[in-house]
Protein backbone atom coordinates (compact mmCIF):
# COMPACT_ATOMS: atom_id res chain seq x y z
CA UNK A 1 0.00 0.00 0.00
CA UNK A 2 1.74 3.62 -0.95
CA UNK A 3 1.08 6.35 1.83
CA UNK A 4 -0.73 8.87 1.50
CA UNK A 5 -0.07 11.32 3.71
CA UNK A 6 3.37 12.80 4.98
CA UNK A 7 3.03 14.89 8.78
CA UNK A 8 5.99 16.97 9.63
CA UNK A 9 6.46 17.32 13.02
CA UNK A 10 9.32 20.07 14.04
CA UNK A 11 10.27 19.52 17.62
CA UNK A 12 12.52 21.28 20.35
CA UNK A 13 13.16 20.07 23.70
CA UNK A 14 9.84 17.96 23.46
CA UNK A 15 10.91 15.28 25.63
CA UNK A 16 7.95 15.90 27.90
CA UNK A 17 4.98 15.54 25.55
CA UNK A 18 6.08 13.89 22.07
CA UNK A 19 5.82 10.54 22.78
CA UNK A 20 2.13 11.58 22.90
CA UNK A 21 2.11 12.86 19.61
CA UNK A 22 4.20 10.19 17.90
CA UNK A 23 1.78 7.25 19.25
CA UNK A 24 -1.14 9.10 18.16
CA UNK A 25 0.47 9.66 14.50
CA UNK A 26 1.96 5.67 14.79
CA UNK A 27 -2.34 4.71 14.14
CA UNK A 28 -2.08 5.75 10.90
CA UNK A 29 0.29 2.27 9.96
CA UNK A 30 1.77 2.22 6.65
CA UNK A 31 -0.77 5.09 4.57
CA UNK A 32 1.18 7.68 6.55
CA UNK A 33 4.64 9.10 6.58
CA UNK A 34 5.72 10.30 10.03
CA UNK A 35 9.03 12.77 9.62
CA UNK A 36 10.30 13.35 13.17
CA UNK A 37 12.42 17.10 12.77
CA UNK A 38 14.70 17.40 15.77
CA UNK A 39 15.48 21.34 15.72
CA UNK A 40 18.63 21.37 17.77
CA UNK A 41 17.19 20.14 21.12
CA UNK A 42 18.81 20.30 24.02
CA UNK A 43 16.92 17.02 26.36
CA UNK A 44 16.30 13.66 25.20
CA UNK A 45 13.89 14.92 22.66
CA UNK A 46 16.62 13.46 19.56
CA UNK A 47 16.66 10.07 21.77
CA UNK A 48 13.09 9.62 21.61
CA UNK A 49 12.93 10.04 17.68
CA UNK A 50 15.84 7.57 16.84
CA UNK A 51 14.25 5.34 19.40
CA UNK A 52 10.98 5.02 17.28
CA UNK A 53 12.52 5.39 14.33
CA UNK A 54 14.40 2.19 14.93
CA UNK A 55 11.21 0.81 16.16
CA UNK A 56 9.34 1.61 13.05
CA UNK A 57 11.35 2.12 10.18
CA UNK A 58 9.23 1.91 7.45
CA UNK A 59 6.80 4.88 8.94
CA UNK A 60 9.44 6.90 10.88
CA UNK A 61 11.92 8.97 9.53
CA UNK A 62 14.02 11.51 11.66
CA UNK A 63 15.98 14.48 10.72
CA UNK A 64 18.65 15.80 12.84
CA UNK A 65 19.33 19.98 12.15
CA UNK A 66 20.84 22.92 13.92
CA UNK A 67 18.47 24.71 15.92
CA UNK A 68 16.76 26.59 12.70
CA UNK A 69 12.99 27.63 14.63
CA UNK A 70 9.63 26.12 13.55
CA UNK A 71 9.90 27.08 10.41
CA UNK A 72 13.55 25.68 9.47
CA UNK A 73 12.36 22.52 10.65
CA UNK A 74 9.14 22.55 8.42
CA UNK A 75 11.28 23.95 5.56
CA UNK A 76 13.41 20.68 5.74
CA UNK A 77 11.01 18.36 6.62
CA UNK A 78 9.40 19.27 3.38
CA UNK A 79 12.28 17.96 1.57
CA UNK A 80 11.54 14.56 2.92
CA UNK A 81 8.55 14.34 1.98
CA UNK A 82 6.92 11.52 -0.52
CA UNK A 83 3.26 11.37 -0.60
CA UNK A 84 0.90 13.98 -2.42
CA UNK A 85 -0.44 15.57 0.70
CA UNK A 86 1.41 16.92 3.44
CA UNK A 87 0.06 17.91 7.32
CA UNK A 88 2.46 19.98 10.04
CA UNK A 89 1.73 18.47 13.62
CA UNK A 90 3.45 20.74 16.28
CA UNK A 91 4.89 18.28 19.01
CA UNK A 92 3.09 18.78 21.76
CA UNK A 93 -0.36 18.79 20.08
CA UNK A 94 -1.59 14.91 18.43
CA UNK A 95 -4.62 13.78 15.89
CA UNK A 96 -7.82 11.94 17.26
CA UNK A 97 -6.94 8.27 16.49
CA UNK A 98 -10.86 7.56 14.95
CA UNK A 99 -10.34 10.80 13.10
CA UNK A 100 -7.32 10.35 11.58
CA UNK A 101 -8.11 6.67 10.51
CA UNK A 102 -11.17 8.69 8.35
CA UNK A 103 -8.92 11.02 7.01
CA UNK A 104 -6.92 9.02 5.67
CA UNK A 105 -9.12 6.56 4.20
CA UNK A 106 -11.02 9.57 2.89
CA UNK A 107 -7.76 10.77 1.07
CA UNK A 108 -7.34 6.85 0.08
CA UNK A 109 -10.93 7.40 -1.64
CA UNK A 110 -9.53 9.96 -3.53
CA UNK A 111 -6.82 8.08 -5.05
CA UNK A 112 -8.98 5.60 -5.97
CA UNK A 113 -11.51 8.30 -7.92
CA UNK A 114 -8.34 9.00 -9.24
CA UNK A 115 -9.52 13.26 -7.71
CA UNK A 116 -6.72 15.39 -6.38
CA UNK A 117 -7.27 18.41 -3.76
CA UNK A 118 -5.46 21.48 -3.41
CA UNK A 119 -6.24 21.82 0.66
CA UNK A 120 -8.27 19.69 3.03
CA UNK A 121 -10.09 21.44 5.90
CA UNK A 122 -10.97 19.40 9.21
CA UNK A 123 -12.36 20.58 12.57
CA UNK A 124 -9.66 21.37 15.44
CA UNK A 125 -9.73 21.00 19.07
CA UNK A 126 -8.27 23.24 21.87
CA UNK A 127 -6.95 20.62 24.80
CA UNK A 128 -6.61 23.58 27.38
CA UNK A 129 -4.81 23.08 30.24
CA UNK A 130 -7.12 23.50 33.14
CA UNK A 131 -10.17 23.89 31.13
CA UNK A 132 -13.26 22.10 32.24
CA UNK A 133 -14.29 21.47 28.56
CA UNK A 134 -12.52 21.69 25.36
CA UNK A 135 -13.48 24.04 22.80
CA UNK A 136 -13.84 22.80 18.94
CA UNK A 137 -13.78 24.58 15.80
CA UNK A 138 -15.37 23.44 13.35
CA UNK A 139 -16.51 24.91 9.95
CA UNK A 140 -20.47 24.13 9.63
CA UNK A 141 -20.91 26.74 7.00
CA UNK A 142 -18.60 25.43 4.49
CA UNK A 143 -19.92 23.12 1.66
CA UNK A 144 -19.69 19.10 2.93
CA UNK A 145 -19.31 16.52 0.36
CA UNK A 146 -18.02 18.36 -2.69
CA UNK A 147 -15.09 20.38 -4.34
CA UNK A 148 -15.68 24.15 -3.79
CA UNK A 149 -13.84 27.21 -4.56
CA UNK A 150 -13.03 30.54 -2.67
CA UNK A 151 -16.81 32.12 -3.54
CA UNK A 152 -18.12 29.34 -1.25
CA UNK A 153 -16.28 29.85 1.83
CA UNK A 154 -18.23 31.37 4.37
CA UNK A 155 -16.60 31.62 7.79
CA UNK A 156 -17.66 33.00 10.76
CA UNK A 157 -16.29 35.38 13.84
CA UNK A 158 -13.49 33.40 15.22
CA UNK A 159 -13.41 30.58 12.62
CA UNK A 160 -9.98 30.97 10.32
CA UNK A 161 -7.88 28.34 8.53
CA UNK A 162 -5.01 27.70 11.38
CA UNK A 163 -2.38 25.48 10.40
CA UNK A 164 -4.18 22.74 12.82
CA UNK A 165 -7.13 22.52 10.19
CA UNK A 166 -5.08 22.23 7.06
CA UNK A 167 -3.85 19.33 4.71
CA UNK A 168 -1.74 20.98 1.93
CA UNK A 169 -1.34 19.29 -1.62
CA UNK A 170 2.15 19.30 -1.38
CA UNK A 171 3.18 20.67 -5.16
CA UNK A 172 1.38 23.34 -3.53
CA UNK A 173 3.80 24.22 -1.39
CA UNK A 174 7.03 23.36 -2.96
CA UNK A 175 6.60 24.06 -6.33
CA UNK A 176 3.83 26.68 -6.59
CA UNK A 177 4.07 28.58 -3.74
CA UNK A 178 8.08 27.50 -3.25
CA UNK A 179 7.23 28.27 0.18
CA UNK A 180 10.02 29.33 2.41
CA UNK A 181 9.29 29.64 5.95
CA UNK A 182 11.34 32.46 8.17
CA UNK A 183 14.05 30.76 10.57
CA UNK A 184 14.49 30.98 14.04
CA UNK A 185 10.93 33.53 14.24
CA UNK A 186 7.79 32.70 16.15
CA UNK A 187 4.40 32.95 14.41
CA UNK A 188 6.11 31.24 11.23
CA UNK A 189 2.97 29.31 11.04
CA UNK A 190 1.04 32.43 10.11
CA UNK A 191 2.82 32.50 6.77
CA UNK A 192 2.58 28.84 6.39
CA UNK A 193 -1.86 29.42 6.13
CA UNK A 194 -1.34 32.52 4.47
CA UNK A 195 0.91 32.99 1.25
CA UNK A 196 0.30 29.55 -0.62
CA UNK A 197 -3.97 30.02 -0.63
CA UNK A 198 -3.42 32.20 -3.62
CA UNK A 199 -2.77 28.60 -5.37
CA UNK A 200 -5.47 27.08 -3.66
CA UNK A 201 -8.36 26.36 -5.94
CA UNK A 202 -9.92 23.00 -5.30
CA UNK A 203 -10.84 22.83 -1.37
CA UNK A 204 -12.74 20.19 0.19
CA UNK A 205 -14.20 19.96 3.87
CA UNK A 206 -13.95 16.57 5.90
CA UNK A 207 -16.08 17.56 9.21
CA UNK A 208 -14.27 15.79 11.50
CA UNK A 209 -12.40 16.28 15.21
CA UNK A 210 -8.96 15.48 13.93
CA UNK A 211 -6.24 17.90 15.41
CA UNK A 212 -6.03 18.21 19.39
CA UNK A 213 -4.07 21.69 19.93
CA UNK A 214 -2.66 21.63 23.33
CA UNK A 215 -2.74 24.94 24.68
CA UNK A 216 -2.11 26.90 27.99
CA UNK A 217 1.33 26.53 28.79
CA UNK A 218 3.22 29.20 30.49
CA UNK A 219 6.52 28.78 27.36
CA UNK A 220 4.07 28.84 24.50
CA UNK A 221 4.43 31.30 21.56
CA UNK A 222 0.77 32.15 21.94
CA UNK A 223 0.87 33.16 25.68
CA UNK A 224 0.70 36.82 26.25
CA UNK A 225 3.50 37.48 28.02
CA UNK A 226 6.06 35.38 25.85
CA UNK A 227 3.85 37.32 22.96
CA UNK A 228 4.89 40.50 24.55
CA UNK A 229 8.82 39.29 24.78
CA UNK A 230 8.72 38.57 20.93
CA UNK A 231 6.52 41.15 19.49
CA UNK A 232 9.13 42.20 17.34
CA UNK A 233 8.55 38.69 15.67
CA UNK A 234 4.81 39.23 15.86
CA UNK A 235 5.56 42.81 13.88
CA UNK A 236 8.17 41.19 11.68
CA UNK A 237 5.78 38.47 10.26
CA UNK A 238 2.48 40.63 10.41
CA UNK A 239 4.81 43.19 8.02
CA UNK A 240 5.19 40.03 5.78
CA UNK A 241 1.71 39.49 5.28
CA UNK A 242 0.89 43.23 4.69
CA UNK A 243 3.95 43.35 2.15
CA UNK A 244 2.60 39.58 0.46
CA UNK A 245 -0.92 40.20 0.43
CA UNK A 246 -0.26 44.07 -1.43
CA UNK A 247 1.77 42.63 -4.03
CA UNK A 248 -0.03 39.47 -4.52
CA UNK A 249 -3.62 39.49 -4.13
CA UNK A 250 -6.47 41.29 -5.50
CA UNK A 251 -8.94 42.67 -2.42
CA UNK A 252 -11.88 42.57 -4.37
CA UNK A 253 -11.84 38.30 -4.83
CA UNK A 254 -13.64 35.88 -2.94
CA UNK A 255 -9.63 35.00 -2.13
CA UNK A 256 -8.67 38.77 -1.45
CA UNK A 257 -11.67 38.98 1.27
CA UNK A 258 -10.95 35.94 2.92
CA UNK A 259 -7.55 36.99 3.23
CA UNK A 260 -7.81 40.19 4.13
CA UNK A 261 -10.10 38.89 7.20
CA UNK A 262 -7.67 36.64 8.48
CA UNK A 263 -4.83 39.67 7.79
CA UNK A 264 -7.22 41.69 9.96
CA UNK A 265 -7.08 39.55 12.72
CA UNK A 266 -3.44 39.13 12.95
CA UNK A 267 -3.18 43.04 13.01
CA UNK A 268 -5.43 42.88 15.58
CA UNK A 269 -3.99 40.72 17.79
CA UNK A 270 -0.29 42.48 17.36
CA UNK A 271 -2.04 45.94 17.84
CA UNK A 272 -4.03 44.31 21.21
CA UNK A 273 -0.84 43.01 22.55
CA UNK A 274 0.99 46.47 22.13
CA UNK A 275 -2.11 48.53 23.58
CA UNK A 276 -2.35 46.44 26.74
CA UNK A 277 0.60 47.45 28.37
CA UNK A 278 -0.28 50.44 28.59
CA UNK A 279 2.70 52.07 27.84
CA UNK A 280 3.77 54.79 25.37
CA UNK A 281 6.94 52.82 23.66
CA UNK A 282 4.47 50.22 22.94
CA UNK A 283 1.69 52.23 22.17
CA UNK A 284 4.19 53.81 19.39
CA UNK A 285 4.78 50.83 18.39
CA UNK A 286 1.08 49.60 17.02
CA UNK A 287 1.00 53.73 15.88
CA UNK A 288 3.66 52.24 13.24
CA UNK A 289 2.33 49.19 12.30
CA UNK A 290 -0.51 50.86 11.23
CA UNK A 291 1.62 53.61 9.58
CA UNK A 292 3.59 51.07 7.63
CA UNK A 293 -0.03 49.34 6.21
CA UNK A 294 -1.08 52.91 5.24
CA UNK A 295 2.32 53.88 3.57
CA UNK A 296 2.54 50.23 1.84
CA UNK A 297 -1.22 49.85 0.41
CA UNK A 298 -3.51 52.47 1.53
CA UNK A 299 -6.83 51.06 -0.01
CA UNK A 300 -5.91 48.24 2.09
CA UNK A 301 -5.55 50.32 5.05
CA UNK A 302 -8.62 52.28 4.27
CA UNK A 303 -10.18 48.51 4.55
CA UNK A 304 -9.10 47.74 7.96
CA UNK A 305 -9.02 50.95 9.86
CA UNK A 306 -12.38 51.94 9.04
CA UNK A 307 -13.90 48.08 10.50
CA UNK A 308 -14.86 47.75 14.10
CA UNK A 309 -12.07 46.13 15.12
CA UNK A 310 -9.65 48.92 13.40
CA UNK A 311 -11.16 51.72 14.76
CA UNK A 312 -11.32 49.65 17.94
CA UNK A 313 -7.79 49.65 18.32
CA UNK A 314 -6.69 53.00 16.93
CA UNK A 315 -9.54 54.77 19.44
CA UNK A 316 -6.97 56.81 21.72
CA UNK A 317 -6.63 57.49 25.46
CA UNK A 318 -7.22 55.43 28.39
CA UNK A 319 -11.43 54.86 27.54
CA UNK A 320 -9.97 53.56 24.21
CA UNK A 321 -7.29 51.01 26.21
CA UNK A 322 -9.85 50.13 28.69
CA UNK A 323 -12.50 48.93 26.00
CA UNK A 324 -10.36 46.88 23.90
CA UNK A 325 -9.04 45.29 27.02
CA UNK A 326 -12.57 44.65 28.04
CA UNK A 327 -13.05 43.29 24.59
CA UNK A 328 -10.49 41.50 24.71
CA UNK A 329 -11.35 39.30 27.69
CA UNK A 330 -14.61 39.17 26.34
CA UNK A 331 -13.58 37.12 23.57
CA UNK A 332 -10.71 35.40 25.24
CA UNK A 333 -13.79 33.79 27.87
CA UNK A 334 -15.97 33.17 23.94
CA UNK A 335 -13.08 31.37 22.51
CA UNK A 336 -11.18 29.92 24.45
CA UNK A 337 -7.46 31.07 22.86
CA UNK A 338 -4.65 31.47 25.31
Not at 186 to 192: A, M, P
Not at 203 to 208: A, G, H, K, N, T
Not at 239 to 259: A, H, S, V
Amino acid sequence: MSKLLSIIVPAYNSEDYIERCVNSLLVGGKRAQIILVDDGSTDRTPEIMDGYAKSFPNQIEVLHEKNSGHGGAINNGLKLVKTKYVKVVDSDDWLDFEGFQKMLDFLEGLEHQHQELDMIISNYVYNKVNAKRNHVIAFKHLPTGRVFDWDEVDLRMGQYLMTHALIYRTSILVDEAKLQLPTNVSYDDNIYVFEPLRYVHRMYYVDIDLYHYFIGRNDQSVNENVMLKKIDQQLMINKRMIKYYGENIDMNTPLGRYMRYYLEIITTISSVILIRQDSPYYTSLKDELWEYLKSYDSELYKKLRHRPLGIGVNFNGKLGRKLVSGLYRLAHKIYQFN
